[in-house]
T-cell receptor
């Protein structure tokens, strides 16, 4: 079992719809959870961080964390073609290194 | 404010040669990390500096990899001698506070032929 698992996709969503990205992790001691967006050939760009159970909203993005079920998700409302990218889920273990999932490739269709 | 910068952006070397990658973190960030993404795999942790000290180097593949951060500013990652399986994208990241958000550089794409 991988430490952080994501559906690799591709996930195809029509423009204006909600894109839902999911991630599960195996280490119950994980404390910090991050979503990065990566365009092809570019650096991973942090878009959301979440540290406690529940929802965290930032503009069109909402991160959801459920530590009991060991999953974290990212919702993108009103999806735009510019949201097309690979989304990386990362989990911090021991407040130091990040453990990444393989990433989910998201395509927003105009 | 400048972000994390990495040099070179691309490097193609022959098996057995030496390559040195450089990372300049965001100014004031004591924590510096090296990660690597091999084709088709997830990004994996290599090591973590706090200032000039190696905090965790559990992800370093073998002793052909040497990372340094003299003076606690920029860092170098040297691969000597390079092997074919070392090909991939090497990312550097930095953070101000341990456990807080890490910011990534654009990466160095290393190809060993």
């Amino acid at each position: 079992q991988k430490e952080v698992e994501q559906n690799s996709g591709p996930l195809s969503v029509p423009e204006g719809a909600i894109a839902s990205l999911n991630c599960t992790y195996s280490d119950r001691g994980s404390q910090s959870f991050f979503w990065y967006r990566q365009y092809s050939g570019k650096s991973p760009e942090l878009i959301m961080s979440i540290y406690s159970n529940g929802d965290k909203e930032d503009g069109r993005f909402t991160a959801q964390l459920n530590k009991a079920s060991q999953y974290v998700s990212l919702l993108i409302r009103d999806s735009q073609p510019s949201d097309s990218a690979t989304y990386l889920c990362a989990v911090s273990q021991g407040a130091q290194k990040l453990v990444f999932g393989q990433g989910t490739r998201l395509t927003i269709n105009p | 404010e400048a972000g994390v910068t990495q040099f070179p952006s691309h490097s193609v070397i022959e098996k057995g040669q030496t390559v040195t990658l450089r990372c300049d973190p965001i100014s004031g960030h004591d924590n510096l990390y090296w990660y690597r993404r091999v084709m088709g795999k997830e990004i994996k942790f290599l090591l973590h500096f706090v200032k000039e000290s190696k905090q965790d180097e559990s992800g370093m593949p073998n002793n052909r990899f040497l990372a340094e951060r003299t003076g606690g500013t920029y860092s170098t990652l040297k691969v000597q001698p390079a092997e074919l399986e070392d090909s991939g994208v090497y990312f550097c990241a930095s953070s101000q506070i341990l456990g807080s958000e890490a910011f990534f550089g654009q990466g160095t794409r290393l190809t060993v032929v």
